[in-house]
């Protein structure tokens, strides 16, 4: 008679899995080791698709973050700049000219329906016909030397441009 061997249930359960995945490997050709030993071909599986997820999570806030603030039209602040005063807006155009000559600067942009002076914080101004994107406060009755701009707005942001 053979004495019963006494085996210690803690070891056998993962002994026999791991003994298991290492036949399959060799069998059926399952590459486990792509994913290790730890995880099997269906925990893989769901690990990977919560990193695709994590993935997307980041590259649309990539987007969103490059991309700015939602854009408002230069004809809607110059209908109604008394809406407007005071708030922070996005626009987006072509420079259409520039004015160095003013402390630090002022540049004009277009966005197709309307255009708007830009008092710039920078004393790097951008070249005409280059496009930016500009976030700023909108202000009213701007006096420039002894030029008076309805409508202006004080740069906080420059997302492109030269």
């Known amino acids: 008679m053979t004495p ?13 899995t791991e003994q298991k995945r290492l036949n399959d490997a060799c069998e059926e050709g399952v590459p ?10 269906r925990q893989w599986g769901n690990n990977n698709k919560a ?7 980041v590259a649309l806030l990539l987007t969103l973050g490059s991309s700015g603030c939602e854009q408002t039209k230069i004809s809607d602040i ?23 000559s003013s402390n630090p600067g002022t540049f004009q942009v ?14 790097h101004l951008p070249t005409q ?7 700023g406060l909108v ?7 002894s030029n008076s701009l ?5 740069e906080t942001k420059r997302y492109a441009g030269d």
Request: no cysteine; charged share 20%; aromatic share 8%.
């Open 32 to 41: 486990w080791k792509k994913w290790g030993p730890d995880l099997d071909e």
């Open 4 to 16: 019963a061997v006494q085996k210690d249930s803690r070891f056998s359960s993962s002994k026999v």
């Open 51 to 57: 990193w695709q997820l994590r993935i997307l999570a």
């Open 78 to 100: 110059n209908k109604n700049p008394g809406k407007f005063a005071g708030y922070e807006v996005t626009v987006a155009g072509t420079v259409t000219s520039t004015a160095a």
């Open 139 to 145: 202000e009213s009755g701007v006096n420039l030397g």
């Open 150 to 154: 309805v409508t202006t707005l004080q």
């Open 129 to 135: 016909g280059s496009r930016v994107i500009v976030t």
């Open 110 to 123: 277009d966005d197709g329906s309307g255009r708007l002076w830009v008092l710039s914080t920078s004393i």
